[in-house]
């Protein structure tokens, strides 16, 4: 235990990557209070190249193994280091995106923006790495609170506020729930430590009853069904990038930081949950699905369409092993590339035309090649289609469902990817092979959204075929 | 070892009609090269199961490799896909609108198949397979006809489907066939290892089969195939039918048969009454079409199911003739669709009752149709006879009444063959001039000759002299193996 | 007075249910926040009556008990702020009022 | 390999060039080549035959091999034969497909028959197709199919004939579908090749079920030694009561009766008649048709030992076909389709023979054999030499139909001697060949099946009439009013006539029985005068009504009509066995099970596809509502689904 205050405060040693996000929080906080009015322009890039240094930073932490700090309060591995790396990777990708955003129609708020992101970011990284439920909780709704904001971001936009006050109703409401499942877990195993709840964890109806309140608020920050309501009209009410931002790293960390728990707190009886969460992939991939067939805007379109992503994250979940984890880090990461390359097509085209449905995109490939190439990729990755890197994660996320003998659960994934290819295809139909009267005209990205749909590009195209990503991320993954 | 040209950054399109064709032809050269080395290796005594082999570990952790090699088969194939790019790239010669996608796409199609061909990773024939699967979409959706957006949807679902059942039964094949615990997607160290047991066979087996039978057209999962042709661009319906379907009947044999041969051995009488059906009905079917396509679509499900048919029957005079069907198959449908593909550029109509005489007006085009109809109604000195002779005499060695009940039904088709075979050269060819707009129209041109000839050459030259083909087949040890 | 732990437990459980049917029927949103508020304090009733009961020795109750407190102040907050802005936006705070974006 | 390889070689190089090539040589260079390419191979097939029959030695791959056995039979050589495919397996490890050229007494006789009478329609066609578009193609047939018909009878194994046998009906197809402009044509090659195609079926069969026990294919080692080898491996066997090697055999000769149109596959033939009349002389008439004739007496021995009931069977099916066949010929008015069904009935003829027919040449059992054999070589050439004469008929007055026809004698003297002397040999006038082989078939079944004898005297009575029938209607009768002058044929065409009749006078006094006979060894045979007598006494009455009848115009036709009158109606429609198939093909298989697969295909199986597509899209638009927009609905369904799965999660 804690033996002296020096050894206290060397807990923050191991804490790099928080304490970096930290300092570039307080410059960009500084930066906005001071660079005034004629220094936005030069605020976001202060901004976007001090996280750029920051997350390159990150790839410099390496542990060897796991590390405790704060009397086990928080936790870090490599795996960990990784994952919050992929977070800030994803980030710096939404900020590429959100750029031409911040630099006309939000210019006033961008400092504004950088700050609360990067506050959801701590958040997330607090929620990663904890191990006990009190962090967790500080972490969750340190990365919870400030997104309503965001979504909340276009004052002037009813549908902004309506997606916003829905979040954060519904987010205080899972919270709740998941508090009170929180509350019983520590009434019936006396801790909130994840190990020691596991060595109290004995399958008592009290405790599973915990465990599904608990499961429950986790399955609203990934959106798993029946807890899923809030997301697709957040999406589309949120600004663009902001809902990329949502789609990707909150769902992702949560995504790992659930696995995290569940591997840790309660794996000593994994059938209980695995059956529940069995349940849950299967009518979360197929609700999302049938949701998604029928929407005609972009934005709930990829709402539903993450949806039924998040269910083949929970693939790799139920697993429980090192080969699920690593599968679903890997499937993070790959998501993450696919994701915001889609979203970052729309958010371009949204910001320069306003546009979002469907409709809108018919003929695209006539005006904008690039852009419905890049979507074409986008979707088609997302769908699984190789070569592209979706088809490699789904493939080993299955693979790991697989190894567990969840061959009747992977079918039924499988089956749910042609509704899903469906969908994507539609996308595809839309801008390739429908007419349009009135077609998106050619529009200009600006530098930066490029560079961010350039990295998603080459993401896409490559990642599947560098296997060395992968086999890092299974030499430092561990299970249950 | 499979050269592949991109033509990217062109957009003139005789350069980029001109670099496919060097670049198809190149392929055709390298798959001939292939084919004489592999041959002279064989004859030089080489007996392993694989030539050219190449291992480049992957995913190490998983034990995924890209590994190639070729056996007899795999040559097979590789000539005959060879041999349809070739053809195909000279029958699309006209494909005016976005021609740059259009052979983007096309050889995105030719690299999936090619690789599925000479993988033998699971993981890698896999990936290739899917590669080969996703362009139809486009290519039909974009360049077709008809209801093509209808009918790319159509077949691209179904298809996934059939790659949904496949990859559960490759999940099953990996994590069940390892004999010392070291998993592996390696083909030849599965089959060699031999460890899978029973049980699991019979729930993987069925899975693998039915995902690959979808692709081969079995019944009744086959319903893509009149759409989807109807609707695909010339030759993208000729690689389709003509070497895409064969990736189907490929994989029934590679994978689920040889994998789990137990399990195939156990299970054969549900698939040959599938695919004993599939083949009467294609051809019933396709008797009363008045589709050009759909006809050679329906009989495509007759043909192919005939592969599947003499690849259950697990001798090796059928399993021989399976794979000497499904090249044989591939040039002949190809050589249709391509004529097809003709005959509508120029009439444009596919329905048989509003053509007529065509004989006359385009007589080379006709020629050529004909040879196709006698190609596929097994005519001797043409690719067919020699394919459905070698299936019909392996797949008489069962003496059951079960198996002879199909194998007899089964050559019942030879006639029904004949039936739709004449109801369209008589109706379309023959006969008086239906439309007298079309007494104006012109024969075939030079690139359409090249596609034409070329097929009917090597349709011809398989029917004349097949003994090196089939000995080639026979003479792989996946064949072998089945000789009991 | 000694009060069984039963009854406290009784008593969140209770608070927790009302905090959940107020939410799902209060027309109003500042109505439904105070149900979320209701459904924290029984949590809070729980975590300190664990600690009190159960495990008196250590303090993670009590302390997991202020978190909460101190997040659900950070939480009103900010979702008193957006409710100000639906009011803003749509002139009324009534829940029906954000019903639009569905399907 | 040899000399003797050009036999099939030439042929096929032959059809090559002309078809490919053909158009730009232009007609004349094209039919000069043809014809000169098959002199060649007649030539060839004559030193064979001189050689094989006379010098009883042939010289093969340079060495001179003796025809004959040690015991005086007729040895069977081979020239070459060399594997065409593998068809080997772990049961069969000999299985060879191989390709070879067999010459025995019987391939010999038919490399004769085949040769002379494909060169007569080469010469005949120059004149006969002049100018005539597509002369080219029709020449390059021509060729397809002497090599295709060539390829047959040397074959040495019974796949090799059935490749050929493929290719015979393939190139019979393409001279039927000749005008394929003409719609008619194109049903009847349609027809023709479809029936055809459809008995093969039954003879692909037959043969895999022959050499699935045998091992093998090649006819030395089926029918050697007394058909032992199918003895030692089928003998006993049987399926459902038959006896397999009957079961196969009978499907072989089902084969061989699509070939040879044997009731109840004779449908195609008449209508054959559509192609270019020497293409049906040649195709229709004395070569491709007794290609089934050929089959049963080339596995004879099988059936002679193995499936004796067969062979009965055989014989019945002959005997009713050729009664059948006679009637219907009595009452066409088209020239072409009388020849059509007295062709049937010949080879009717030629198959009762073989069923009646013993196998040892010791007291001339095996007579029917040989009679069968020798009524083929006769029939082909005055069957060719009447075809080609109405050709030369037709070519001068541009109709088949007998009423546009009458007293021609004068106008076309040649074509008026070669078909009286025809008509003479078919009806069993001596000295002419067709009594000689004919009296033989009616000995031989005379002394078998005393049923199956008196049918064929009556036939034989038939044939005589119908002929003569058509003789007096063409040359005598009443002169119709003619369009123009009819006018002898040219040279090219009335120089086969002439050989052809000449062929038709001297084939009577071949020693058919010293080269060709069941067993391989010579005999001499006797004449039994009073079946001799009977038959030309049958003959005589036959041509002696139908001089009455035909002879002048009179009202004996109608009178005899108005006896026989249903009978007649049935007769001329060919008992409507034609319409049978109709209904069986259009009505049944068409309209019933094709349509109904079609329709089964797109509703039930594809609309399944489409109904689950459909589903799911309803099921899409159907919970729409479940995402209401209210967020006290979310929270109610996100409380609702804590709740279930608690209680699953507790009970379950």
Known sequence: MIETLKDYYSGFAIMNQELTLVLVLIFVLLADLFLGEKGKKNLQFAAIGSFALATISGFTVSFGGSQEAFAGMYVTSDMHVLVKNILNIGTLLVFFFAHYWNKNENRNQSGEFYFLTLSTLLGMYLMVSSGNFILFYIGLETASIPMAALVAFNKKNRDSAEAAAKYILTAAFSSGVMLFGISLIYGSCGSLYFDEVANAFQGLPVQILAMVFFMAGMGFKISLVPFHLWTADTYQGAPTSVTAYLSVMSKGAAAFTFLCILFKAFHNYPEIWQNILWWIIVVTITVGNLFAIRQKNLKRFLAFSSISQAGYIMLGVISGSPLGMTSTVYYIFIYLFTNLAAFGIISNIENQTGKVGMDDYNGLYGTNPKSAFIMTLAMFSLGGIPPFAGFFSKFFIFAAAAEQGQYLLVFIALLNTIISLYYYLLVVKAMFINKSENPIPTIKSDNMSIIGLGICTIGILILGFISPIYEYMTSISFGM | MMAIIFCLGSEKKNIIRMVMAVGALAILGTAVYVTLDFLAQREAGDAADFLFRQDIVWYQSLNINYSVGVDGISVAMLLLSSVIVLTGVFASWGMEIQTKEYFLWFLMLAIGVFGFFISIDLFTMFLFYEVALIPMYLLIGLWGTGRKEYSAMKLTLMLMGGSAFLMVGIFGIYYFSSADGQLTFNIVEIAKNHAMPVDKQLIFFPLTFVGFGVLGAMFPFHTWSPDGHASAPTAVSMLHAGVLMKLGGYGCFRIAMNLMPEAADQLSWIFIILTGTSVVYGAFSACVQNDLKYINAYSSVSHCGLVLFALLMMNKTAMTGAILQMVSHGLMTALFFALIGMIYGRTHTRDIREMGGMMKIMPVLGVCYVIAGLASLGLPGLSGFVAEMTIFVGSFEHTDLFHRFFVIMGCTSIVITAVYILRVVGKVLFGPVQDKHHESLTDAVWHEKIAAFGLIIAIAGIGLAPLWLSDMISNSSIIMHFMK | MNVPVEFYLVLSTLLFFIGVYGFIVRKNLIGILMSIELILNAVNINFVVFNRFLFPEKLEGYMYGLFVIIVAAAETAVAIAIIINVYRNMKNIDVDSIKELKN | ?652
């Open chain 4, 1 to 652: 390999m040899d000399y003797t390889v050009l036999l099939l070689a030439i042929p096929f190089l032959m059809f090559l060039l002309l078809g490919l090539v053909g158009q730009k040589l232009g007609p004349k260079m094209a039919g000069i080549l043809g014809t000169a390419g098959l002199s060649v191979v007649t030539v060839l097939a004559y030193y064979v035959a001189y050689s094989y029959f006379l010098n009883k030695g042939l010289t093969l791959n340079g060495v001179l091999e003796s025809a004959v056995n040690g015991d005086g039979s007729w040895k069977a050589l081979t020239s070459f034969n060399f594997t065409w495919l593998d068809l080997s397996n772990a049961n069969r490890p000999d299985l060879r497909i191989e390709i070879g050229m067999l010459f025995d007494p019987i391939s010999v006789m038919m490399l004769v028959v085949i040769t002379t009478v494909s060169l007569m329609v080469h010469i005949y066609s120059i004149g006969y197709m002049h100018g005539e578009e597509g002369f080219e193609r029709y020449y390059s047939i021509l060729s397809l199919f002497s090599f295709a018909m060539l390829g047959l009878v040397v074959a040495t194994n019974i796949f090799q004939m059935y490749i050929f046998w493929e290719l015979v009906g393939v190139s019979s197809f393409l001279l039927i579908g000749f005008y394929y402009k003409k719609p008619s044509a194109v049903k009847a090659a349609k027809k023709a090749f479809i029936v055809t195609r459809f008995a093969d079926m039954f003879f692909l069969v037959g043969i895999l079920i022959l050499s699935y026990y045998t091992k093998t294919f090649s006819f030395e080692q089926i029918n050697g030694d007394h058909a032992a080898l199918v003895h030692t491996t089928m003998g006993g066997l049987t399926f459902m009561g038959c006896s397999v090697t009957a079961i196969a055999l009978t499907l072989i000769f089902l084969g061989g009766a699509g070939k040879s149109a044997m009731f109840p596959f004779q449908i195609w033939l008449p209508d054959a008649m559509e192609g270019p009349t020497p293409s049906s002389a040649l195709i229709h008439a004395a070569t491709m048709v007794v290609a089934g004739v050929y089959l049963v007496a080339r596995l004879f021995p099988v059936y002679f030992f193995e499936a004796t009931s067969v062979l009965t069977f055989i014989a019945y099916v002959g005997a009713f076909t050729s009664l059948f066949a006679a009637l219907i010929a009595c009452t066409q008015t088209d020239i072409k389709r009388v020849l059509a069904f007295s062709t049937i009935s010949q080879i009717a003829y030629m198959m009762v023979a073989l069923g009646v027919s013993g196998y040892a040449s010791a007291h001339e059992a095996g007579l029917g054999f040989t009679a069968s054999m020798w009524h083929l070589f006769t029939h082909a050439m005055f069957k060719a030499l009447l075809f080609m004469c109405a050709g030369a008929i037709i070519h001068a007055v541009h109709s088949n139909e007998m009423d546009d026809m009458g007293n021609m004698r004068k106008y076309l003297p040649i074509t008026h001697w070669t078909f009286l002397i025809a008509c003479f040999a078919i009806a069993g006038i001596p000295p002419f060949s067709g009594f000689f082989s004919k009296d033989e078939i009616l000995t031989a079944a005379f002394e078998s099946n005393m049923i199956i004898y008196v049918c064929q005297a009556f036939v034989a009575g038939l044939t005589a009439f119908y002929m003569f029938r058509l003789y007096f209607r063409i040359f005598w009768y009443n002169e119709p009013t003619f369009h123009h002058t009819p006018h002898e044929a040219p040279k090219s065409m009335t120089i086969p006539l002439i050989v052809l009749a000449a062929f038709t006078c001297v084939g009577g006094f071949i020693p058919f029985s010293e080269f060709i006979t069941a067993e391989s060894i010579g005999y001499e045979i006797e004449m039994n005068t009073t079946i001799a007598t009977i038959s030309v006494v049958v003959a005589l009455i036959g041509i002696a009504i139908a001089t009455f009848m035909y002879k002048k115009q009179n009202e004996w036709p109608d009178k005899v009509t108005a006896i026989f009158k249903n009978f007649y109606v049935w007769a001329y429609h060919r008992f409507y066995i034609d319409e049978v198939y109709l209904f069986i093909t259009n009505k049944i298989i068409f309209g019933i099970i094709c349509t109904f697969i079609a329709w089964f295909d797109r509703h039930i199986i594809d609309g399944f596809m489409n109904l689950l597509a459909w589903t799911t899209n309803l099921v899409s638009d159907e919970t729409k509502e479940v995402q209401s927009g209210s967020v006290q609905q979310y929270a109610w369904v996100f409380i609702m689904g804590v709740v279930t799965i608690v209680a699953l999660a507790l009970y379950l």
